[in-house]
């Protein structure tokens, strides 16, 4: 099955600076890769995702890019602001599959 | 508002008693999801279903079971609680059909077994 790998487990970083989440997944026929994002003691969130006919997708501060070949995909947030703080969580799918399939969630800490 | 509800937010019980936790969309969405996730920890899928009669065991081992009689609800039973079961459970659901799409989770039950 699907294994997705996410690095780094935790990320701190000076407000207005830019944090990267890298992920990786095994299963090539994967085509569906969102990001979640969850607050403290909140549910999580869809924040952003990108199918695999497309290799960059942004709003506004925050941008995902994905690497077919390389099995792997980014979360990158510029100017963090401490409402940035949170967990993150990727995660994996495929069309005949429907599962996600998450990575173990990265927390990032905004300090001011 | 179209959404994904749990029932309770937290609960406290007692080690040996039964408890279910209710989950409830709004969405008509044919997929749900239970998962246990300690806090700020890894998510772990413990049930699934892809519609009416659909139930599937996940990743993690569980002593719970569910059920799925009706496309919107989609409880998590434990028959006997202890200790270990402690944890925050959230639910989710999916739409289906060709597009793929994330999921849309509920608030969490969280749960203190002592």
């Known amino acids: 099955g699907e294994n997705v790998e996410q690095h780094p487990s935790t990320l701190s970083v000076q407000e207005g600076d830019s944090a990267v989440i890298k992920c990786t997944y095994s299963?090539?026929?994967?085509?569906?890769f969102p990001w979640y994002k969850q607050e403290l003691g909140k549910r999580p969130q869809l924040i952003i995702d990108?199918?695999?006919?497309?290799g960059e997708k942004k709003d506004q501060r925050i941008a995902v890019t994905l690497n077919k070949t390389a099995k792997h995909f980014s979360l990158h947030i510029t100017e963090t602001q401490p409402e940035d703080s949170a967990v993150y969580f990727c995660?994996?799918?495929?069309?005949?599959?429907?599962?996600?399939?998450f990575g173990a969630g990265t927390q990032v800490v905004v300090t001011p | 508002e179209a959404d994904i509800y749990q029932t309770p937010r937290y609960l406290v019980i007692g080690t040996g008693k039964k408890i279910t936790l209710e989950c409830s969309q709004t969405?008509?969405?044919?997929?749900m999801y239970w998962y246990q996730q300690d806090p700020g920890m890894e998510l772990h899928l413990i049930h699934y279903?892809?519609?009416?009669?659909?139930?599937e065991k996940g990743d993690l081992s569980s002593e719970s079971t569910v059920s799925r009689i009706r496309t919107e609800h989609f409880p998590l039973t434990l028959e006997s609680a202890r200790p270990s079961h402690t944890s925050q459970y959230l639910c989710a659901s999916s739409e289906s059909g060709q597009a793929l799409t994330g999921y849309t989770f509920g608030s969490g039950t969280r749960l203190t077994v002592v």
């Open positions: 990108i199918r695999s006919n497309v």
């Open positions: 299963d090539s026929a994967s085509n569906y």
């Open positions: 969405m008509g969405h044919d997929k």
């Open positions: 279903s892809y519609g009416v009669n659909s139930t």
């Open positions: 995660a994996a799918s495929k069309k005949s599959w429907g599962k996600l399939q």
